[in-house]
């Protein structure tokens, strides 16, 4: 698997997370298989030493505290469009 490849399986399997902690697993990951490419590894190489890509999202969801992951949800579900309240606004029984 490529470096890029690897990088959005992450990213996807992240995508519930708080965009900062995303970005942050992001470079720290892609800061690791630059390294080990430096070292001479070839690219695949690199990215299987570090692990599946369901192995590390499963350590990063029990590293980040469930009080932040709610606060971010919440968060999330307080930003509606225009067009979800215009829609809330119509639909809403009189």
């Known amino acids: 698997m490529s470096k890029q490849e690897f990088l959005e399986q992450l990213r996807k399997g992240l995508s519930g997370l708080p965009q900062d902690d995303v970005e942050e697993r992001l470079n ?4 690791i298989i630059d390294d080990r490419i430096e070292e001479g590894f070839p690219e695949d190489e690199a990215v299987s030493a570090i692990g599946s ?4 999202t499963a350590q990063v969801v029990a590293d980040i505290p469930l009080s932040k992951i ?3 949800r919440i968060r999330s579900e307080k930003k509606r469009s225009v067009g979800e ?5 119509i639909g809403f029984p009189l």
């Not at 720290?28 to 800061?31: I, L, M, P, Q, T």
């Not at 890509?53 to 590390?56: A, K, T, Y």
């Not at 309240?85 to 606004?89: E, G, N, R, S």
């Open 28 to 31: 720290f990951y892609s800061e």
């Open 70 to 72: 709610a606060k971010q």
């Open 53 to 56: 890509v369901d192995e590390i």
């Open 85 to 89: 309240i215009i829609l809330l606004v």
